[in-house]
T-cell receptor, first 117, second 113 residues
Framework: EAGVAQSPRYKIIEKRQSVAFWCNPISGHATLYWYQQILGQGPKLLIQFQNNGVVDDSQLPKDRFSAERLKGVDSTLKIQPAKLEDSAVYLC???????????????FGNGTRLTVT | AQSVSQHNHHVILSEAASLELGCNYSYGGTVNLFWYVQYPGQHLQLLLKYFSGDPLVKGIKGFEAEFIKSKFSFNLRKPSVQWSDTAEYFCAVNSYNTDKLIFGTGTRLQVFP
């Protein structure tokens, strides 16, 4: 089984620039998540999609972050404009679970390490 | 709001030593509990999970965890660690009827030969 694919692996940008990350989940996984992991902290959920609809984006800083999942498969996460505090690893994960059932484990990609200077 | 606490931020052990990593959560309802591991340079992987039933769950690579409901704890254990267990370990919880997974801050384990 192919895993969750993410690109790029690394990105360095200056503050106020924009950046986009791409994720391709495991085939057949309806639910897709974007997590932010700041150094020394655990992953924090930014947004959750069920197919191409948003289930939870309560912790997404909507003034600068946006995400979409067209056609219910691939997803992109964008930051515009970036701030220094956005430096983190951005993790994409997918699962088979139907929203609200809670129990399926998440499969994570390798993440994109973003450095904002 | 749900939260997860991992009290050990950095643990250093010699091979063959026993391991116990603490995890406590705060949530009043029914929960699902997970331990994830991240080996150096690799992605987060599921180590084990608890949904219901026997509170002692066994995972991959000889790891186990015990759910103690009265203590809101889900500690991870391994009787004899190996150098290859060097990794970061994350405890996570979601409630029974939602997918939102809340992670602890992680414990970095270093095992020396």
């Amino acid at each position: 089984e192919a895993g969750v694919a993410q690109s790029p692996r690394y990105k360095i940008i200056e503050k106020r620039q924009s950046v986009a990350f791409w994720c391709n989940p495991i085939s057949g996984h309806a639910t897709l998540y974007w997590y932010q992991q700041i150094l020394g902290q655990g992953p924090k959920l930014l947004i959750q999609f069920q197919n191409n609809g948003v289930v939870d984006d309560s912790q997404l800083p909507k003034d600068r972050f946006s995400a979409e999942r067209l056609k219910g498969v691939d997803s992109t996460l964008k930051i515009q404009p970036a701030k220094l505090e956005d430096s983190a690893v951005y993790l994409c994960a997918s699962s088979l679970v139907v929203a609200g059932e809670g129990g399926s484990p998440l499969h994570f990609g390798n993440g994109t390490r973003l450095t904002v200077t | 709001a749900q939260s997860v606490s991992q009290h050990n931020h950095h643990v250093i052990l010699s091979e063959a030593a026993s391991l116990e990593l603490g995890c406590n959560y705060s949530y009043g309802g029914t929960v699902n509990l997970f331990w994830y591991v991240q080996y150096p340079g690799q992605h987060l992987q599921l180590l084990l999970k608890y949904f219901s039933g026997d509170p002692l769950v066994k995972g991959i690579k000889g790891f186990e965890a015990e759910f103690i409901k009265s203590k809101f704890s889900f500690n991870l254990r391994k009787p004899s660690v190996q150098w290859s267990d060097t990794a970061e370990y994350f405890c996570a919880v979601n409630s029974y009827n939602t997918d939102k997974l809340i992670f602890g801050t992680g414990t970095r384990l270093q095992v020396f030969p």
